[in-house]
């Protein structure tokens, strides 16, 4: 069974600019989250989908914002990029809502500058 | 507000310690908690979940366990070895909808 994938593996891209990021999570799983995380720090939460519907936000200024598909497979878009936005951006998929173990995918790479 | 610590930031052992590492976190009302792995540049693996009714978990030489009332964790390695080198992070669900709030990690370096 594929794990999380994530698209694309690693983004160059200069401030101002728009960018958009994908993930699928695994087959069955319903729920997709999405995590920032800066060089020596812990993920940071930005949003959590599940059916489709934003369950969660973090707190994330709002040239963040996301979407679930149909196939629950998800993007996060981040418009006016600025060279702070440069991190590691990983997504997790579960099965359920909540109390249910979180699986990552292997994250994009993302360098503003 | 929910905050979530990890001591020590970095650890250097000798192959073969058993070692132990520190998550801790300020409020009790979880419903979960989980330890990941992270080798440099790359996503997180998950090594064990606990939920909030358990004390503990086994995977392997790996055992977590979870005091909800102090509001601490700890992930146990026995028998290090060099492939266990990697940043270890704990991160705690307090919403219930996998808002997985995480710590800074743990680095490990585990050498011959």
């Known amino acids: 069974d594929a794990g999380v994938t994530q698209s694309p593996t690693h983004l160059i891209k200069t401030r101002g600019q728009q960018v958009t990021l994908r993930c699928s999570p695994i087959s069955g799983h319903k729920s997709v989250s999405w995590y920032q995380q800066v060089l020596g720090q812990g993920p940071q939460f930005i949003f959590q989908?599940?059916?489709?519907?934003?369950?969660g936000r973090g707190n994330f200024p709002d040239r963040f914002s996301a979407r679930q598909f149909p196939n629950y497979s998800s993007e996060l878009n981040v418009n006016a990029l600025l060279l702070g936005d440069s991190a590691l951006y990983l997504c997790a998929s579960s099965s359920g809502q909540g109390l249910t173990e979180a699986f990552f995918g292997q994250g994009t790479r993302l360098t503003v500058v | 507000k929910q905050e979530v610590t990890q001591i020590p930031a970095a650890l250097s052992v000798p192959e073969g310690e058993n070692l132990v590492l520190n998550c801790s976190f300020t409020?009790?009302?979880?419903?979960?908690l989980q330890w990941f792995r992270q080798d440099p540049g790359k996503g997180l693996t998950s090594l064990l979940l606990i939920q909030s009714s358990q004390r503990e978990q086994t995977s392997g030489r790996l055992n977590a366990s979870l005091d909800k009332s102090s509001g601490r964790s700890t992930l146990y390695i026995a028998a290090s070895q060099p492939g266990d080198s990697a940043t270890y992070l704990c991160a705690v669900d307090s919403g219930g909808y996998n808002k997985l709030i995480f710590g800074a990690g743990t680095r490990l370096a585990v050498h011959p």
């Open positions: 989908y599940y059916e489709k519907e934003e369950r």
């Open positions: 409020d009790s009302a979880i419903y979960n």
